[in-house]
């Protein structure tokens, strides 16, 4: 007799997906908004939500849904993986006869009065995102909701910035043809785990999503660890089982992470004791946890260089302000480490500041001047910021 595979808990939001749907569709009473960025710390249910509760509601509403997840594979280019799904979706749309062509070698495919190329999707002088999102429409005759988690993901290379870019051009396109009538026929919606870096995409005129408003994701509430404990609960021994109250109190102390949260009760649940003990358990498991956070921030302060220290605090202290290689800047940097220091040394500290993921780099900056975008995580936990760095001169 085998065994039955272990039931998975799937915590469900459809409130939150019915208003979300609505919203990105013109169900709702103030309109459409076709674009749509939603922001949350990692491992807090995004992605979850997006597969599990978004995308069904959507598909619900006869709508086509193609997700994206562009930390699927890092060692790829964010726009070659938004191509990639475009082109799984347009082979899945392919007619009988279409495919029969594809076995003799011929991958160019006519959709209504559109002709794409699905093997040149997004490449150099191939089909544009745009000529493959409107081919999709006219071949299935459904609406479309493209869901990218992860986008700040494309701001690291050109390419996906490009891609974003095009995805616009793309929105602006469909949802201006004489069938839009009803609703907009390409939906955006963008998930990041870094507000700021996300934001990116949509404060700048300059950048793709210029005017769209970045939402922070509503992160899980009691109802979730309630709904969790009572699940778990009815899997344990009557006289070793958890008090809501507390799993709550565990759950908050570790930001509000389901991940984090399971593996603290499944430690806890190893104990063999009364209430108290499962109590003292949780409480002790989310206290170490943190207690190991904020151990690791130190550890990685305490390896930078003193000129490394100075200009992370500085472009923590300026924040979008920041000039790090200006006059201003080096005068503080050499008030603060008692010597002279030069803009090379402090393009130095930044490139090391970089490769140890404190600070990021974006792939474009402005057509003034080679600006950078950077972010710094405090070492005291503080959210992260974004800061415009102007790249030191090249001699």
């Known amino acids: ?27 709702a009473p103030i309109g459409a908004e076709p674009t749509v960025c939603l922001a949350a710390p ?23 849904v193609v997700y994206v997840d562009l930390w699927s594979d890092m060692a790829a280019d964010p726009a070659h993986l938004i191509a990639e799904a475009l082109k799984a979706e347009l082979r899945k749309a392919e007619s009988l006869p279409v495919k029969a062509a594809r076995t003799v070698g011929l991958s160019k495919l006519g959709f209504g009065g559109v002709s794409v190329d699905v093997d040149k999707i997004g490449q150099a002088q191939g089909t544009t995102l745009a000529d ?3 081919a999709l429409l006219e071949r299935t005759h459904k609406r479309i909701a493209l869901l990218i988690d992860e986008a700040q993901h494309a701001l690291m290379t050109e390419a996906g910035l490009n891609a974003m870019f095009a995805l616009k051009a793309a929105r602006d396109r469909l949802n201006t043809r004489e069938d839009s009538h009803d609703g907009p026929n390409l939906m955006i919606v963008l998930t990041g785990s870094h507000r700021d870096k996300l934001s990116r995409l949509v404060l700048n005129r300059d950048q793709p999503f210029f005017g ?22 009815a899997r344990l021994a009557e006289d070793n089982r958890f008090d809501p109250n507390d799993v709550f109190a565990a759950f908050d102390a570790v930001g509000r992470q389901p991940e984090i949260l399971s593996r603290i009760l499944s430690d806890a649940a190893l104990l063999v004791g009364d209430a108290k003990e499962l109590k003292r358990g949780l409480a002790d498991g989310a206290k170490e946890l943190r207690q190991r956070v904020w151990e690791d921030y130190e550890n990685t302060w305490s390896g930078l260089s003193p ?45 090391t500041l970089r490769q140890k993921n404190i600070v990021w780099r974006s792939a474009r900056g402005s057509t003034r001047s080679t600006i950078k975008a950077w972010r710094i995580g405090s070492r005291r936990g503080t959210p992260e910021r974004n800061v415009a760095v102007p790249a030191a001169k090249q001699r």
């Open 212 to 233: 769209t408003t970045v939402r922070n994701f509503p992160l899980l509430d009691r109802n979730y660890t309630d709904t969790y404990t009572a699940w778990i609960n």
């Open 132 to 134: 493959a999102l409107e």
């Open 307 to 351: 000129i490394q220290r100075a200009v992370a605090e500085r472009l923590a202290e300026e924040g979008s302000q920041a000039a790090p290689f200006s006059g201003t800047a080096l005068k503080a940097y050499a008030e603060a480490l008692g010597e002279t220091v030069e803009a090379p040394a402090v393009q130095a500290a930044i490139e």
């Open 42 to 64: 990692r491992r807090t249910g995004k992605s979850t939500f997006i597969r599990h509760d978004l995308r069904p509601e959507l598909e619900n509403r006869n709508i086509l």
């Open 1 to 27: 007799m085998s065994e039955r595979p272990a039931q998975k808990f799937l915590f469900h939001r459809p409130k939150l997906a019915v208003s979300l749907a609505d919203i990105v569709t013109g169900d």
